[in-house]
Every structure is written in structure tokens, then in C-alpha cells.
């Protein structure tokens, strides 16, 4: 009976673990984007606190953090962490 479950899982598995290596590529060369997004964003910032514009400035300094590493790039590695937990899960049955 076992064995049976392993085969219908097996399709469910192979996509997983491709789904999970796509979304793995896509993750780094998506946060070395965003990373020179965030550059941009802080010196961006700086420039407008040295011109005077407070809010403009920390609307910039909240950008940059959302598009740091630890902003959206994390929530993308939340999902792909989730994905290989079932993953895992499938192929321990």
C-alpha cells in the first residue's frame, strides 16, 4: 500500500523539487536586483536629507529597506523554505 502512495506522490515530488530550484534561481538574481534598487534608494535619501526634504528621505530609507535583503527578497525565501518543507514531507512517506 506504501508503494502505491509513493508512486501517485512521485509527479507531486519531481515538481516540487524543480518549482523549488527555479524559484531558488529566480530568488538570487531577483535579490542582486533589488540589492542595487536599494543602493539607489538610500543614496537617494541621503541626497534628499541634504537638500532639506525630510519625508521625501524617509520615504526613500523605507523603500531601500523594503528592498534590501531583508524586505522582499525574505518573504521569497519564506515561500521556497515552505515549498521544501513539503517536499520533504512527501518524501519521507
Do not use: H
Not at 535619501?45 to 523603500?63: P, R, T, Y
Request: net charge positive; proline share 3%.
Amino acid at each position: 500500500m506504501r508503494w502505491i502512495l509513493k508512486i501517485i506522490l512521485f509527479p507531486i515530488r519531481l515538481l516540487l523539487s524543480i518549482l523549488t530550484a527555479f524559484l531558488t534561481f529566480l530568488l538570487g538574481i531577483g535579490t542582486t536586483i533589488l540589492y542595487f534598487l536599494m543602493l539607489m534608494c538610500i543614496v537617494a535619501a541621503i541626497g534628499s536629507f541634504m537638500q532639506k526634504d525630510i519625508s521625501l528621505g524617509i520615504e526613500a530609507l523605507v523603500l531601500g529597506f523594503l528592498l534590501s535583503p531583508y524586505g522582499i527578497p525574505m518573504i521569497g525565501a519564506a515561500v521556497i523554505a515552505f515549498l521544501q518543507g513539503i517536499n520533504e514531507a512527501i518524501k519521507s512517506i
